[in-house]
């Protein structure tokens, strides 16, 4: 199958500006330049590339919110906050190809009249971060950045920014609102970031991944790339799988490579020979699925059909004997840990998630807990200003909609079957 | 006692003001600065930076506790971070967790007595592909076993 991204990424050169030059880079960047703005959006919009970073929403119609008054400078802001358990993706695109990302950009800013960029990595990537900001020096050595850009006119600035440890920062307000260095809480919407974004600025945040995307499509053009895809879902996803497979890791597959199918042929089946007992598909926040769910395209609207997600590309796999209320207490620990504390329902309700299901779990638990979890998580959909709330509830409610015995279980036998541990 | 960035340190927040149209964006990256300087983020450090940046105090306290990544408190000289999250857990994180809380005779969150090693669980490092992993200082150390993390720990000088 065609690859758009990882086809050297085997190669540990190729994060050097003269290897990626040798397979052709910044070649798109020439090309663009001969573009009109208007046309390179054109085939974005094209090429169905949906935003790689859990949303799904379509990159072109994205960039097609600027307002159209070029009064007021705009800014693209890269989301490499990479924090929903299962996602390891973007790291692999910064460590083995960072001038994809660099040159995606550098045609990306030039396509929406941007002049200023910022790269928002999150604190604990701290080599990656560094072999990013060698990746930007040496396009500026090149003269890929900076001013009148290979005698194009047009001028940019590319600054790497450091998060320090917060899920949170991962949501486009929240990431803006940190960097401009404040707490990372998310902004109300609207404005939406497009009009009133970083800095006041209107504002196009993306995730690493989408950008990454935009060489080849200038390259080959937007149906070309649509066409690696299914409808609606164009070109190839990096999907990490990781939990209880023989092979794990990141794999680069069309968007409409069947679930199951990652699972038991590209990654190798599941670990020492056991049986499947669940999946997460789209990383941690995305609802579970059961062995028999899985054989599904992984595309959007068909993960939709099932009520689940694609989301970030992060499969989880979780095998026979793992006891799948302790597997959402380390869900609940964490979203409880990371809820900013804005939004009332949030703070507390995860919190009183966190408290319940390691109740549960330690054999505490009392009757009617499991459904005073599903009455909180009524009480937190849709109820708050970002999805953080949401993405708590997806897992709690479909670990209980789909394995509800094994918590009635730890209530009715006051422990835990499995022996409170993996 | 006042505390202030060294002469590398300090050019380094002057060349990170260039980049920013707003000088309130240099607040995160100058609190890394900090820590890497002064070991921690200090109640000193905070009152510096606040000054450097021309906001109060407790504005930067408020940002600087947000994070996780900012140690209010001095840690050990390694910083010990192992990953808790699901992908971690599945693969054997809670156990290596309670090896290296028996190993180094601390609990998560506390230092070693000689100073030389800070135990701290963390939620997802984001590298979950090579599960277990934990973070010490600045490196990742990923596919952890019980025998490759005492091989790391026991090296460390």
Partial sequence: MEKVLTTHFANERYRRMDTYRQYGGYEALKKAFAMTPEA??????????????????PAGVKWGFLPKDLSRPRVLVINADEGEPGTFKDRVIMTRGPHLLVEGIVISCFALRAHASWIYIRGEFIREARIVDEAIAEAYAAGFLGKNILGSGFDLDVTVHRGAGAYICGEETSLINSLEGKRGWPRLKPPFPASVGAFGLPTIVNNVETIADIPWIVTHGGETFAALGVEKNGGTRLIGVSGAV????????????????????????????????????????????????????????????????????????????????????????????????????????????????????????????????????????????????????????????????????????????????? | MSVAFSETGRAEFERLLTRYPDGKAVILPALHLAQKEFGYVSDEAIVYIAGLVGTSPAEIEGIATFYTMYNRKPVGKYHVQICRNISCSLLGAEHLIEHVSKKLGVRPGETTPDGKFTLAKVECLGSCGTAPVMQVNDEYHENLTVESIDRILDNLP
């Fill in chain 1, 40 to 57: 390179i959006i054109d085939e974005v919009k094209k090429a169905n590339l949906r935003g790689r970073g859990g949303a799904g929403f």
């Fill in chain 1, 246 to 422: 023989n092979r794990p890791g990141v794999y680069e597959f069309s968007a409409g490579v069947n679930l199951k199918d990652i699972i038991y042929n590209h990654a190798g089946g599941i670990k020492d020979g056991k049986a499947l007992k669940a999946v997460i598909p789209g990383g941690s926040s995305t609802p579970v699925l059961r062995p028999d769910e899985i054989d599904v395209s992984y595309d959007i609207e068909s993960m939709a059909k099932i009520g689940t997600m694609a989301g970030s590309g992060g499969v989880i796999v979780i095998p026979e004997g793992t006891c799948m209320v302790r597997a959402l207490s380390v869900l609940m620990n964490f979203y409880a840990h990371e809820s900013c504390g804005q939004c009332t329902p949030c703070r507390e309700g995860t919190g009183w998630l966190k408290k319940i299901v390691g109740r549960i779990e330690a054999g505490k638990g009392r009757e009617g807990d499991v459904e005073l979890i599903l009455d909180l998580c009524d009480n937190m959909m849709g109820r708050t200003i970002c999805p953080l709330a949401d993405a708590a509830v997806m897992p709690a409610q479909s670990f209980i909609w789909k394995f509800r015995e094994e918590f009635d279980r730890h209530i009715g036998e006051q422990k835990c079957p499995y022996g409170n541990r993996f």
